[in-house]
C-alpha cells in the first residue's frame, strides 16, 4: 500500500463533473500544503460495464486496495436499469465497500450559515444543528439473499435482511468513540418492535455500552427518528443505525437540515490503515450531466474529509472547508442552490471559486 496514494473513480452522470472540481481543489491543497499525494484515475460504475464489462475490474479493484483513500463520484443511469443486479453500476460501490471491509459511513448534517434559507426549517430550529450519523455499510438488507421468482402472471421478490454480532459490534464502537469526541450522546436507531435483527442490534449496543459509559444512550425506532429529526434536531448529537435506516435517515437529514443533498460529504472507514472511501452522498442525476450545472460541493468536502481522516492533515482539511464557507458567504451559488440575490455560476466556476480562495486561506494556516 502506498502511504500517498490516492485512487480517482468518476463514475456516472455527473460523477465525472463534480469529481474534476473536487480533484482541482484537491491538488491544490496537495501544492499549498506540499503533502506529497498521488492522484490515479481509475474506471468503475457503468463507464466499467461499457468498457469490460463489469462495474468493478479487478485491476481497479487491485488499486484501491493499494492505495490510502479513494474519492468517488456518483454510479448509474438509465441505461443500466434493467441490467440483472450484479451487472448494475452501483454494483461497483457495494462491492468495493465490502470487498475493502470499509464497514461505517460516517455523514454530517451540519447546516452551512448561508445555506439556511434553503432548508424547509425555520432558522431556530437549524442553528447550531451538528449531527453525525454513522451507519453500517457492508452487511444489512442490500446484501443479504435476493430472490425473485414468476409463476404464470404472478411473480415474487424478497430481499433478506441479516446481520452478524461483530458486524454490529465494530460500528457500534465506531459510534461510541466519536460520541466520545463530541457531546457524549448516542442515539441506536431500529425497528426493534418489528425485526429480530433489530432486536439483536439492541442487544450488541447495549452490551457494548458498559465500555463507555460516559457516554449517554438512548435507543428509537426509525419512524420517530425520522419525525424527530425534523422536529427537534438539535436534540441529536450522533445517530448509529443499520444500512437501510442510514441511507433513508441522512438523506432526510441533508435535504430538511442542510438543504440540498448535493453539499454534503461522507467517509467510509475500515479499522485504522485500511483504505478508506470518500464521496458525496447523492445520486447521479443523469438529465443534467455535461450541462456543467451540478454541484461539486460535496464531492470537494469529500476531499476534505479524505485528508483528515487519512492523512491526519488537518490544516489542509480545514481549507478547503473553509474555502468552501467562503464562497458561499460571498453568495456563489450552483443552480439547485439558488435563491433571490445570489449569483449563480456553473459547476466548473464554483471549482475554480473554491480552489482560488483556498490559496490565501492556506497562506493563513500555513503560518499558524
Known amino acids: ?21 473536487a480533484r482541482k481543489v484537491l491538488e491544490e491543497a496537495n501544492r499549498h500544503f506540499e503533502l506529497g499525494l498521488v492522484l490515479e484515475e481509475r474506471v468503475a460504475g457503468g463507464a466499467a ?15 484501491c486496495r493499494h492505495a490510502r483513500g479513494v474519492l468517488h463520484g456518483t454510479f448509474g443511469g438509465p441505461e443500466w436499469d434493467e441490467n440483472p443486479s450484479h451487472k448494475r453500476p452501483l454494483t461497483a460501490l457495494l462491492n468495493l465497500r465490502k470487498e475493502l471491509d470499509v464497514y461505517a459511513n460516517i455523514r454530517y448534517a451540519r447546516p452551512f450559515p448561508a445555506l439556511l434559507s434553503k432548508a424547509p426549517l425555520k432558522d431556530e430550529l437549524l442553528e447550531g444543528v451538528d449531527i453525525v450519523i454513522v451507519r453500517e455499510v457492508t452487511s444489512g438488507i442490500y446484501y443479504g439473499p435476493k430472490e425473485r421468482r414468476s409463476s404464470g ?7 433478506t435482511m441479516m446481520y452478524a454480532d461483530f458486524e454490529i459490534e465494530r460500528v457500534a464502537r465506531r459510534a461510541f468513540e466519536i460520541s466520545q469526541t463530541r457531546n457524549k450522546k448516542l442515539t441506536c436507531v431500529d425497528k426493534a418492535n418489528v425485526l429480530e435483527c433489530s432486536r439483536l ?32 434536531p438539535k436534540n441529536f448529537d450522533v445517530v448509529l443505525t443499520s444500512n437501510i435506516f442510514g441511507d433513508i435517515l441522512s438523506d432526510e437529514a441533508s ?11 461522507s467517509a467510509t472507514l475500515g479499522e485504522e490503515g485500511q483504505t478508506s472511501l470518500f464521496g458525496p452522498i447523492h445520486g447521479p442525476v443523469n438529465e443534467i450531466a455535461g450541462k456543467d450545472i451540478a454541484n461539486p460541493l460535496g464531492t470537494i468536502l469529500s476531499g476534505a474529509l479524505m485528508l483528515r481522516f487519512v492523512f491526519k492533515e488537518e490544516k489542509a482539511a480545514a481549507a478547503i472547508e473553509r474555502a468552501v464557507e467562503k464562497v458561499l458567504d460571498e453568495g456563489y451559488r450552483s443552480a439547485e442552490l439558488m435563491t433571490p440575490g445570489m449569483i449563480k455560476v456553473g459547476c466548473m466556476e464554483m471549482g475554480n471559486l473554491i480552489a482560488e ?9 500555513k503560518q499558524t
Open 49 to 63: 460495464l461499457d468498457k469490460y464489462g463489469e462495474p468493478l475490474p479487478s485491476e481497479t479493484l487491485q488499486a
Open 357 to 365: 480562495r483556498l490559496k490565501s486561506i492556506a497562506g493563513q494556516l
Open 255 to 265: 435535504a430538511v437540515l442542510v438543504g440540498s443533498v448535493g453539499v454534503l460529504p
Open 153 to 159: 402472471r404472478s411473480f415474487r421478490a424478497s430481499d
Open 201 to 232: 442490534w439492541r442487544k450488541v449496543v447495549r452490551d457494548l455500552h458498559r465500555e463507555y459509559p460516559d457516554v449517554e444512550l438512548e435507543f428509537m425506532y426509525v419512524d420517530i427518528c425520522a419525525m424527530q429529526l425534523v422536529l427537534n
Open 1 to 21: 500500500m502506498s502511504d500517498k496514494k490516492v485512487i480517482v473513480l468518476p463514475g456516472d452522470g455527473i460523477g465525472p463533473e463534480v469529481l474534476r472540481e
